[in-house]
């Protein structure tokens, strides 16, 4: 069989069962002090969405418009050894460390975005505060292969008692990233770890 | 248009290829002619509805931003294409996409897509014209309306027996099976077109074999092991083993064009992109075995050195440490050498806590590339006090 028809299977058994399971929810996120999961706390000034999606936990997934066109993604609770995300059985899992270095936290995220053929382009990486304590910013582009969309991220990472945490935003870099951006940015700016 | 339509419309799949065997296919003869031009079908067929379809992908292909616009690169590839398929040069329109994998394919309009992957993975012209003649193999053949034809027809039949019940996973394993030997024997038959056209536009016609031992090399060094032993529909078919045996056969003593030199010349000024592109799909077991081979073959290029290194040092194996160390030292002798390398022994250095030893590599690494994405970090260890 070729790869090509075993995608196609793949993703149409996929949609069935997100359709069987009643697909995502959604919840809203207001301002003020909120606490993901006990684990992770944030100031917000600006509300987000958090979509659920069933048999997805990580990373919990905020949007403003809809994840189709932003995400805001927060992944804690990632020890070492662990790996971010689930990888076909032909490729080798994206695994978290707790010596990895912050260049190496960002080749995680380079790692999660080559699965599918898109190309990820780091634009800065620099010393940043995160979590209250030292960390890394990248900034990032990248062409996506699903739709051919250009779509510009950043992200925030640190490695805190052997422990991943990190977020990162993503919009298509024409409209829906500069407008949102900032809101991101001062969500990242309040985490902390409880 | 959605990922899976996508997928689905990439005709003929080299890699995809899998374990085509060449017993089982109904051998071409040796004064096999070339079909006329392929003309453009009626639209109300199957037919002309496919080729509407490819249009539109194709509509889509030229401007993606995946693919290169590099007009040299085009006209090279679109040499090699004309070589190969004669006549058929003219409805022949040749893509490269961007793309980190090992694949090619031809559309039955007669567009060609060339991903990026395949040019690093390549030695040389004959192996991408091995690579290209058997896509064309699939186009002169018109491959892919006779699987349009055999799924709706397949499609069909597993509709009426859903409605009448009782197919669940039988059936769709019925079905999948079906398909997987329908594919082999195209894929055998695109094997032995490719090989006759490379011997006929002179390329030397061992690279077939070579160029698919190539890959099933690195694919076994990976997450998945031996792809021919992936699968259970694998196991009972004529596997990889088989494929390269009647490869090597057909292909005689070889003898012919290789155009290492040729090839060279069009693919190195990518080089680059092409190694950085590899090395972000994070395959480190994969990329080692191909940047060993490339190495091999090159050995005064400091780049593919660097290269080997990198995915040695990003894997972190407990043994990669000492072996990329040996490598980025080696890189930075040999001609050519990134400055990625520099600031590579810098954080290996790092890491392994040789601060003082880091310092010069880091700061060769920011006088050559002041302007690089990661300055600003790789400045901060700078600015750490030594222990």
């Not at chain 2, 698919?212 to 990976?222: I, M, P, Q, V």
């Amino acid at each position: 069989m070729t790869a090509t028809l075993r995608h196609l299977l793949a993703a149409t058994l996929a949609t069935a069962v997100l359709t069987l399971a009643g697909c995502a929810n959604v919840a809203k996120i207001s301002t003020g002090e909120v606490v993901v999961d006990n684990r992770l706390s944030f100031t917000l000034d600006a509300a987000w969405n958090q979509v659920n999606i069933p048999g997805r936990n990580k990373p919990v997934l905020w949007t403003q418009d809809g994840i189709t066109v932003d995400a805001l993604e927060l992944w804690f609770g990632i020890k070492d050894g662990q790996a971010l995300v689930d990888t076909p059985k032909d490729k080798r899992p994206l695994v978290f460390k707790a010596t990895m270095a912050p260049h190496e936290l960002v080749g995680l995220f380079e790692g999660i975005y080559g699965l599918d053929g898109s190309t990820f382009t780091l634009d800065k990486l620099a010393p940043a505060t995160f979590l209250g304590g030292p960390g890394v910013r990248f900034d990032y582009s990248v062409l996506r292969k699903t739709d051919d969309v250009r779509i510009t991220g950043v992200g925030w990472a640190a490695v805190k008692d052997g422990e991943l945490v990190a977020m990162t935003f993503v919009a298509p870099r024409l409209g829906f990233f500069p407008r949102h951006v900032a809101k991101a940015e001062r969500a990242a700016a309040t985490a902390r770890l409880r | 248009m959605s990922l899976s339509r996508r997928r689905a419309l990439a005709w003929g799949c080299v890699h995809c290829a899998g374990a085509a065997g060449l017993a089982s296919a109904v051998p071409i003869p040796p004064d096999w002619q070339l079909p006329p031009r392929l003309t453009r079908p009626e639209i109300d067929g199957d037919e002309g509805g496919l080729w509407a379809l490819v249009d539109r992908e194709e509509t889509r292909t030229r401007r993606s931003a995946f693919v290169l616009r590099d007009p040299a690169l085009r006209e090279y590839l679109t040499g090699i294409a004309c070589k190969l398929g004669g006549a058929h040069c003219a409805d022949t329109r040749v893509y490269t996409v961007r793309t980190p994998y090992f694949n090619a394919s031809m559309a039955p309009n007669g567009m060609m897509q060339v991903w990026t992957g395949l040019l690093l993975r390549a030695d040389n012209e004959a192996q991408l014209a091995a690579v290209m003649g058997h896509e064309i193999g699939h186009y002169l053949q018109r491959h892919s309306l006779a699987r349009l034809r055999d799924a709706r027809s397949r499609s069909a039949v597993m509709g009426v027996l859903a409605f009448a019940g009782g197919v669940g996973l039988v059936g769709q394993l019925a079905l999948l099976a079906g398909m997987a030997a329908y594919s082999r024997e195209h894929e055998s038959e695109a094997d032995q077109i490719g090989l006759l056209l490379m011997r006929r536009a002179g390329y030397d016609t061992l690279a077939a074999a070579q160029v698919w031992t190539n890959l099933r090399d690195e694919l076994k060094a990976g997450a998945g092991g031996d792809p021919a032993k992936r699968s259970v529909m694998f196991a009972t078919h004529p596997g990889a083993d088989e494929r390269e045996r009647d490869l090597q056969t057909l292909a005689g003593a070889g003898g012919g064009f290789a155009g290492d030199a040729e090839y060279a010349a069009r693919i190195d000024p990518l080089m680059p992109d092409l190694i950085d592109d590899e090395l972000r799909r994070a395959q480190f077991d994969e990329s080692i075995v191909l940047f060993t081979r490339l190495a091999q073959r090159r050995p005064t290029r400091g780049d593919l050195r660097y290269a080997r290194g990198e995915a040695h040092r990003l894997r972190a194996q407990p043994e990669d440490a000492a072996q990329a160390q040996a490598e980025f030292t080696a890189a930075l002798a040999l001609e050519r050498p990134p400055p990625q390398a520099q600031r590579a022994l810098g954080l290996l250095h790092r890491a392994q806590g040789r601060r003082a030893e880091a310092r010069p590599h880091l700061q060769a690494y920011l006088q050559l590339a002041p302007n690089a994405a990661d300055a600003a970090l790789i400045q901060s260890f700078l600015d750490e006090p030594l222990p």
